[in-house]
Structure formats: structure tokens, C-alpha cells
């Protein structure tokens, strides 16, 4: 099983921003990574992702524009730079890793971090 450590979380106003990192216990070159978050009473979501390969990223629709992941192979760490954060954005983050397909449901993922709190303050 792959650790991975959540790290950067912090409380903030509106319009602050906030850099998550994820460091995992293996390279992740092959692994499709992704962001999720989950409010408390929500379900858990997809945030961001971005495939091993091609490095291709996809966001929610509702952070698109806003936040930007990306990832550093040779540290075995991927982050999500937060912009703009509005209080909708409060939730625990968790990072999540997977080998194959990059897909933006949670199940499909096995590999989690334990996250990092966000909060955004109106």
C-alpha cells in the first residue's frame, strides 16, 4: 500500500490562497494522482487529478479556473495550488493515488492520505 502525507492546510479568508502538498512513500511516475474533498455532513468529491503519462490535468468544475495541480516525480510529491478559495471550498483535502486509469470518482481509488483541513472564513 502507498502512504501518502497531506501537508499545507491551514484556515484563510476569502480570496486567500492556500498550496497543498502530498508526499508519497514510493515514486509516483506511474500512479494517476488526484485532490478530493469532503465537507462535513458531504460526500467525499472529486477535485483535481493529473495523469501519470501525459500529465494531462482535469478539474471540478467548481474549482476550475481556481486551483492547479501538478506534480514533482523526482520528490515523489504532488500538490494543488488553491486560488481565490471561497468558504465553499472548506472541507478536509485528501490526496489519492492509483496505477491505470485516472478517473474522477472516488472508489476508484485506493491509495489515500489521512488530509489536511481547509477553511475559508467569509
Known amino acids: 500500500q502507498v502512504q501518502l502525507v497531506e501537508s499545507g492546510g491551514g484556515s484563510v479568508q476569502t480570496g486567500g490562497s492556500l498550496t497543498l502538498s502530498c508526499a508519497a512513500s514510493?515514486?509516483?511516475?506511474?500512479?494517476?494522482m488526484g485532490w478530493f474533498r469532503q465537507a462535513p455532513g458531504k460526500e467525499r468529491e472529486g477535485v483535481a487529478r493529473?495523469?501519470?503519462?501525459?500529465?494531462?490535468?482535469v478539474y471540478a468544475d467548481s474549482v476550475k479556473g481556481r486551483f492547479t495541480i501538478s506534480r514533482d516525480n523526482a520528490k515523489n510529491t504532488l500538490y494543488l495550488q488553491m486560488n481565490s478559495l471561497k468558504p465553499e471550498d472548506t472541507a478536509v483535502y485528501y490526496c489519492?493515488?492509483?496505477?491505470?486509469?485516472?478517473?474522477?470518482?472516488?472508489?476508484?481509488?485506493?491509495?489515500w492520505g489521512h488530509g489536511t483541513q481547509v477553511t475559508v472564513s467569509s
Open positions: 489519492a493515488a492509483r496505477v491505470g486509469g485516472c478517473y474522477s470518482g472516488p472508489g476508484m481509488y485506493t491509495n
Open positions: 514510493v515514486n509516483t511516475y506511474n500512479y494517476c
Open positions: 493529473i495523469y501519470s503519462r501525459s500529465g494531462v490535468t
